[in-house]
Every structure is written in structure tokens, then in C-alpha cells.
């Protein structure tokens, strides 16, 4: 196993030196990155604000079920009655229907509070992340839907599939302590 | 009394901050006055514990400290076998390959360019690890804990030697590999190693069918060409070639001293063992005297070449970088050439950004490209050259050894040497002759 020869001849000597200029030049990446590391992971996530709501982080994602979910920011929802988030645009009646509801899977929950505010939750079993809620919120009401990576789903691609086929760049890298970059709430 | 409070209340928080408030508000926020409705908070499920990553970087360490010490203290195939096994499950399945040694090459040169991304410390730990082990006991993480070697390793049924030329001409397909994910990583563009990581979508059971289907090949191809991605593809496997050639320590394939009964000279499916040389004979040397010479020569003119073909290639490459094919995209949009318009450039005009500076921060990112294809191109150019000269050079060898650099520290050798059937007193030592 060992090397036996320790004769000190030229080959061996530039060897030696070659071997420990490695080692040294480890060390010096170890110390480089070492300046500035992190010691908490990096996750991927979805910028709100930059994305424009196509849908592709329903397509892109290595699972077979997406790990970017619909997120409903309940701080900022109108609680409105015809939901534009909810309902087809040319819903003709405001009832439960498939017929009239915008997600694919319906996997958004209408709940009557009080007149004439009703709540809207996201089923994550269901949502398949296609945004199509996210457009409709966006165009007619307050944003409170959007899409966000769901951690305990996501398994954290050293390259995620969907942040190469983001157009917008709206996906990034974030410290893991603070995984997600919901919307601002600006009321009071 | 209590909702007339409320609206008071709310109009005079409205009031005050309505000249804070940004963005879209079409419908204010209810106050339910008639029930007692508490408005909710969306749920964030945390990630992956932070604990869990260490674990792994000590997972690793142990791997690589016990794959050295079975390779080349125990030499004993078999417990090597069950460690490749283990790392299979659970750096492959189990963690779902992801960081792997092989990728985390590429955050440590993002991070080196980019100023503002600092690389998680498991993903240097990941990248360094294997480096220093291999510096002291030569390729044992590609042995037995690398889990896309791992996955490799299990399939080989039937192993076929590639002839000498074919190896060495594909292994320079490694080489490309690298600095083109170097150059990639470094620009910011793309992790293109694991992009096209043929096995990941087996490791983690779903993915793209392009990628299945590229690992089903390779693995395919393995059954009978041993380690594929790891001998002509891994860039990973460039750098510990080269380290592993300056090993302390290393395998050889008999115990104590190799008696020539040439047993083992086909016994290395990856074709990483060398035969005893005697000198050249006369001719033969004379003619590679002056081809070396030729070389040396060519050398320069080989990097000058390469880098010169590298960074006139930069108008493919840097389509590789997202705000250049957006900057191209705009320009074909500007100029008329295109009526069709695609996500990126809309979402783009939506910003407000101005164009000339998207055409600057492009032009600036093919300005980087250039310079990095001289680089990469040189690299090339001078992998080609030193290959060439390494050809012609002869290294004198009494004893069957494995080649440094390409010995994958697999132990499968040991068992057809005789001596080591003496050393584990399989059989007696015959004095005298063998």
C-alpha cells in the first residue's frame, strides 16, 4: 500500500512540491469560499413580483407534482364575491360549478364568511401550480394569489428545471431561514 | 357602537397611510363586522432541516474514510461492493443525489465569480472532501461512494475492453465537459453539469423523459463498457484524475510484489492497467524522439488555436446566458425580423427597463464569453497537446501497475493476483520458482 520509495531523486522531488502545491491550492478555494460562505443552505424561490404568471412551473418541475404551489396571502384578499381568481371571466351565475370555475383542478375552496365576503382556500393537494388563479387575481383584483416553491415538496436541484425555464428570472436562490418571499402587505 | 368604530378606525389608518401604499389595491380588505372571522395567515412549510446536511457531509466523510481504508488496507472486493451499495442508497436514493460532489463544482466557480452568491458550507464540504482524499489515497470516492460511479459499478455484467485510441480520444469529451461547465458557471449561465446528470432522474424516481432516457442508455452502454460516465464524461473525474496521479498512496494490484504471471492483465474492466515495459526499440524510439519534438513545438500553436476557436464561438455560447437570448430576442423584435413575441420579452417590457441597457448588460456578458472561450479554447488546446506528448512519451515499467490517473480504486484486480491469495492464506507459499 505504502509507497516505499523514498529515494530523493528529481521525479520524486517535483512530486513532493506538486503534491503539496495541491494541497495548497485546496486550501486556498476552501478559504476563498470559506470568506464568504453561508452557513445556512440556499433554497430556490419565486419572486412575486417578477413573475408573470405563466405556466410553466407547472410543466418544468422534476416531480411529477409540482412542487410551486398557489399561495392565497389572506392579508391582501378582497374576499370578494365573484372572485376573478376563482370564477371564468364569463361566469354567468357566482356558484361552485365547474362550469364557472377557473382552476383546472378545482382545488380552490369558496367559503361564505359573511355578506358579501367569502373566503378562498388553496387545496395544495390539488393545485398543480399552473397559475392560471395567479393571472386572473393579478388582472382583476388584489394579487393575493400567487405562486410560491412549497418547501416541503421541493427537493432543492442544485439547477432547478423551472428556474431555467422561468422567462423572467423571477426565480432565485434565498437563504433557507427565510424561505419564502411573500407579497408585502401594505394596509394596516 | 363597535362597527361604527371600526370604520372610523379604518378610514383614519387609510387616511394615514395612503400615501404609503404601492400596488394594487382594487378591493380593501374586509373588516367583518358580523362575525368574528379572523383573517388567516398562509402556512410556510419549512425546508429541509439544516441538521440534515451535516449529517450528510458527515455521511460522506465516513464513506470516504472507510472506502480508503477497505481499498487499500483491507483489499477486500466484496466489503468495497457493500460500501457502493450503501452509497447508492443513500447518497443516491435516499438523499436523491443532489448535491453531489460532480455539481458542487460548478457552485464553488459561480461563487468565485459572483460576488454575491456565497456557497452553503455542505456544498464545499462536498466539492473539497473528495479532492483530499484523493491527493492522499488516490480515486476512492469514485470507488465506492460517488453514487453515480455506484449505480455504474452494479450494472457492468459483461465487461469489453475499448481499444487504446478510443479511450483516449473519449476521455477528452471529459475534459470539453468541464470547461464548458466551468465557462457556464463561471458566467452565471447555467449548471449545466446538472442539467444533463444522466442518472438523477433514476435517483430521484421522476423527472424528464429526456434525461431517463439518457441514463437508461449509459446504463445500457455500461453492461459492457465499465463506467462510462465516469471514464469519457465526469468532469469531477478530470480534476481527481489528475490529483490522483500525485496520490500518497495508491492500489496496486499485488500485496507485496508482482511476479510477472500476468494474471491480472485483463482483469480491469476500465482498462486501467499497465503492462511491464522494456525500452523502445531503436526505430520506434528515434521516430518518437522526433515527434516529441514536433509537439513540443505544436503545443503553443495548439492553445493559440483552441482559444482562438473558443472565443470566436462565442456568439453560440453566450446564447447559453438568459439575458442574452432575451437582448436577442428584443433586438429581433425592435428591428421587425419577428412578429412573434415570447414570454421573456413581454415579461420584459413590463419592467420598464430600457432597452439600451439590456442590449449593454448583453453586450457586456458576450464580452465575457469571448474572453472565457480564450480560455477554454486554450484549455482545450493544450488537454490535446499534452495528451499527444503523454503518447509519445515511453515510461519504463517492470510490474504490472494500475494506471494512477485512470484506476477507479474498484479492487476487482486484487483477487487474480496470487500473492494475494497467499497474503489471505488462501493458499501456501511455494518456495522457489513460481
Redesign the interface.
Known sequence: ???NNKVINRRNFL?DG??GG??AA?GV??G???R????????WQIDPY?C?A?DRCATFC???DSAVKC??????????DFCPGYFELGATVLETGAENELCPTGAIKRTF???P?Y?YDIDEALCIGCAKCVKGC?A????SLFLQV???R??????C?IA?AC???AFK?VP?DE??L???V??? | MRPLRNILLGLAVSLILSGATTGVERFPPPDFTETDHVIPSPTSPGPRQDVYEYIDAVVLLVALGLASYLVLKKRNRRAILTLTVFSLLYFGFWRKGCVCSIGALQNIVFSIFDPDYAVPIVVVVFFLLPLIFTLFFGRTFCAAVCPLGAIQDLVLARPVSVPVWAENGLRLLAYVYLALAVLFAATGSAFVICRYDPFISIFRLSGSLNILILGGCLLLIGMFVGRPYCRFLCPYGVILRQLSRLSKWRVTITPDECIQCRLCEDSCPFGAIRKPAVQWPAQEYYVAKKRLALLLLLLPVLVFFGGWAGSGLKGVTSKAHETVRLAEQIYLEETGQTEEVTDASTGFRATGQQIKELYEQASNIRAKFEFGGWILGGFIGLVIGLKLIGLSVWRQRTDYETDRAGCLACGRCYKYCPREHVRLKKMKEVAGKW
Open positions: 500500500m505504502a509507497e512530486r506538486l503534491w495541491c494541497l485546496l478555494v476552501a476563498a469560499s470559506a464568504k460562505n453561508r452557513k445556512n443552505d440556499l433554497v417578477k408573470i405563466c422534476v416531480l411529477e399561495v392565497q396571502l389572506y392579508a391582501i384578499c378582497g374576499y370578494c364568511v359573511e355578506e365576503y373566503e393579478a382583476f383584483g388584489n394579487g412549497r418547501h416541503d421541493c427537493l432543492n436541484c442544485n439547477e428545471s431555467v422567462p423572467t428570472g436562490r433557507a424561505p419564502y411573500l407579497k408585502k401594505d394596509h394596516a
